[in-house]
C-alpha cells in the first residue's frame, strides 16, 4: 500500500481533534458552572475545569513524546455537543431540571471524550508508543471519574428533586381544573414561588 495513510495518521489526526475537544471544552466548562444552581454541581464543573486545562497540557506532552508538533483540528462532535448544551440553556427550566440537564449534557460530552480516548490509547499500545498511551490513560481515568461523579450528583438528588417539581406542576394543573376561578387565580400566583423554592 504504498499511498495510503497509515493508523499513525489516523492518531495523530485523532489526537489533534481530542486536542481541539478539551480546548472547546475549556470554554463551555465555566458556562456550565455558572448555569448550575447546585454548589456542589457547581464544584464538579469548576474542578473538571481545572482537569480539562491540564489535560490540554497532557496532550501537548503527547504530542512531545511523538516528536510531533502541537496542533488542533476542529473537533465536530463536542462542538455539537457543546451547542445542544447551549440551546438547553437557554430554556426556561425551573432550577432543579436546569441542574439535572446539565448533568446530562455534562454527561454526553464525557462519554464523547472516553470514547476517543479509548480508542487513541488502544492505537497508541498496538503501534508501542507506550508512553503516550500511559499519558493518555491518565486522562480517560479523569473523564471516567468525572461522568461519575456527575452520575453521583443526579441519584443523590438533583433528579428526584427535579421530578419533585414535575410532579407538584402536574398536581396545581389538576387543581386548577376542579376548583373555582377564585383558587385557580391565587394558585397561578403561587406557582412561580413553589417553583423557586430550593
Ligand atoms: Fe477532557
Ligand atoms: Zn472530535
Ligand atoms: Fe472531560
Redesign the pocket.
Known amino acids: 500500500m504504498p499511498d495510503g495513510k497509515t493508523l499513525h495518521d489516523a492518531f495523530l489526526d485523532e489526537l489533534r481533534d481530542a486536542y481541539d475537544a478539551?480546548k472547546q471544552?475549556t470554554k463551555a466548562l465555566p458556562k456550565m458552572a455558572k448555569a448550575a444552581t447546585s454548589p456542589e454541581l457547581r464544584a464538579a464543573f469548576e474542578s473538571?475545569l481545572e482537569?480539562?486545562r491540564g489535560?490540554v497540557t497532557r496532550l501537548e506532552d503527547v504530542f512531545a513524546t511523538l516528536n510531533e508538533k502541537v496542533r488542533g483540528k476542529h473537533c465536530d462532535g463536542i462542538a455539537g455537543i457543546i451547542e445542544e448544551g447551549k440551546s438547553v440553556m437557554e430554556e426556561d427550566f425551573d432550577d432543579a431540571t436546569m441542574d439535572a440537564c446539565l448533568i446530562a449534557g455534562g454527561q454526553r460530552?464525557?462519554h464523547y471524550?472516553m470514547a476517543a480516548y479509548g480508542s487513541l490509547i488502544a492505537w497508541a499500545r498496538v503501534m508501542g508508543h507506550a508512553e503516550a498511551a500511559d499519558l493518555l490513560q491518565e486522562t480517560l481515568d479523569?473523564?471516567k471519574a468525572?461522568d461519575k461523579k456527575l452520575s453521583s450528583l443526579a441519584t443523590a438528588g438533583i433528579n428526584q428533586e427535579a421530578a419533585d417539581g414535575a410532579n407538584s406542576e402536574e398536581e396545581s394543573d389538576a387543581d386548577e381544573k376542579q376548583k373555582p376561578a377564585s383558587q385557580t387565580r391565587s394558585k397561578v400566583i403561587n406557582l412561580p414561588k413553589a417553583k423557586r423554592r430550593r
Open positions: 478539551e471544552l473538571h482537569e480539562t489535560q460530552a464525557e471524550e479523569e473523564e468525572a
